[in-house]
């Protein structure tokens, strides 16, 4: 039984390490790609052959090769502790996000409350960085990314209430049975749940979750912490080489994660009608693949869309509008909740 | 069900260690191929090619520690508002008038600071 554990804990690690890898690197890529074509420019070209497709993977063997410059400046210790930090609160979001009704790592009963914790942890990664860079850039940035993310974590929280109040429960995996089993007025066929139940009845929680997402991984509109035209790189600035690929890393890693998160709790996950559990485990995948792609496309288009918010303008928007329109809209799915 | 738990968090644990292995490997491989090669001039701090003036850590006006405050209890309401929203259909009435009044007290609160201008930058 013992053994088993450790062999399935294996399997799944490397499993999900692979979908972590493969998913960052798409989303590089399609980064590169999509950002090219909606500037009516074409992108890579040359690395792999056909599109450019291997331009990622050339990045990553190039920074491998790359001089590391550690100032003379920086806390040593606290500067080269940073990514790790950074890269294990990423890399444990992974653990909840079910792929399937078995696929999935630990189908932890705290899922999303989980989930919300861990991210937070990224927060003391990018601070510490920015602090221990002893680079005035590095420093605006990091106070910046530390203000900028704990106020839009909260958005975030609670933009997931809605959805735990109409499911009842915090596993993730439960989440997706919910919607899988929700029915309107309670006479819903269940291939109608194919439109996923949570999207209209949480289109409000759905959009403040998408905007503080992108605020959460400091994507424009919410890039001030790298604000390329005031700070440089901002916290990133005096990183070169490895660590600055495993930042890199770490913050489209993150996309994929939060992008997987929202298409669970909203999206419906892996859940198709007609399909026996045993077959989801297989046709899951990549259902909820699908849905995160969707949804980094999402994100990259926006990039592209919208300028770049001041930073009072940002915090304002969080404060004054995003939370107030949270708080209400969980008042109102408890009420409807226990009406009806 | 205790079992259960246990390999749950070992899963999380090691998941976690996974991150930080994948750090150490590609820093330890990148070690071995990569040039080390430092001179004076390439490890001052970055400062747009000038030399620096004063150190890295200048004196900042930290805006945002109120920012930090604000945040506090707020996520301490949110750590109160999970548990109440699993239990909601169960509970009912009384628990939806109960957090209807915790979360005007919160929102009174968030007003509150508003109209002092804690968000308002001069």
Known sequence: MIVNFWVTLGIKMALVLGVMLVGALVSIFGELKISAHMQSRIGPYFAGGRWGWAQPLADGLKFIQKEEIIPDTVDVRVFKLAPYVVLMGTMAIYVVIPFGPDMVAGNLDLGVFYVLAISSISTVGVLMAGWSSGNKYSLMGGLRAAAQLIAYELPLVLAVVGVVILAGTLSLNGIVEAQAQWQWFGVTPEWLNVIPPYLILQAVGFAIFLTASLAELSRTPFDMPIAESELVMGYLTEYSGLRFTMFFLGEYAGMVALAAIASTLFLGGYWLPFVSDDLLNFIGPVVLITKIALLVFLFIWMRWTFPRLREDQLQQLAWRILIPVALANIVVTAVLKVVF | ?122
């Open chain 2, 1 to 122: 069900m205790f079992e259960q738990y246990v390999q749950d968090y070992t899963t999380v644990a090691a998941f976690a260690f996974l991150g930080l292995f994948l750090v150490g490997a590609g820093v330890g491989l990148s070690k071995v191929v990569r040039p080390h090669n430092p001179t004076p001039t390439k490890n001052s701090p970055y400062e747009c090619g000038v030399d620096p003036v004063g150190t890295g850590w200048s004196q900042t006006h930290i805006r945002y520690y109120i920012f930090a405050l604000l945040f506090l209890i707020f996520d301490v309401e949110a750590v109160f508002i999970f548990p109440w929203a699993v239990q909601l259909e169960t509970i009912g009435m009384f628990a939806l008038v109960e957090m209807l009044i915790f979360i005007m007290i919160l929102i009174a609160g968030l007003v509150y600071a508003i109209r002092k201008g804690v968000l308002k930058w001069e």
